[in-house]
């Protein structure tokens, strides 16, 4: 069972930061392009940033300017600065490593709770 393991979630006050991070194996992480992805209640899940293994990076427009992913190869982990919080940036945040071919498996995390009070 491959195992991606997230944290840094938390509560703060809107205009606030948390920077979240995720770990996962060596043999998963150093192929994969990693990404954040955010569910709040009753809503689908969303992409929140990507990063490749070439350090290329991809954001949603909902968090552009605020939010910064990066990537430590050396420690295997992702991480996802979140700057200028707001109430509807509440949500479980999960960690996602992508398949390495079309049709191959990905891998979750088990998420994160994030929670901007106003």
């Known amino acids: 069972q491959v195992q991606l393991v997230e944290s840094g979630g938390g509560l703060v006050q809107a205009g606030g930061s948390l920077r979240l991070s995720c770990v996962a194996p060596?043999?998963?992480?150093?192929?994969?392009?990693m990404g954040w992805y955010r569910q709040a209640p009753g809503k689908q899940r969303e992409l929140v940033a990507t990063i490749a293994k070439s350090g290329t990076t991809n954001y949603a427009d909902a968090v552009k300017g605020r939010f910064t992913i990066s990537r430590d190869n050396a420690k295997n982990t992702v991480y996802l600065q979140m700057n200028s919080l707001k109430p509807e940036d509440t949500a479980v945040y999960y960690c996602k490593a992508d398949p390495v071919l079309p049709g191959l498996s990905d891998y979750w995390g088990q998420g994160t709770q994030v929670t901007v009070s106003s």
């Open positions: 060596g043999s998963i992480f150093r192929l994969r392009t």
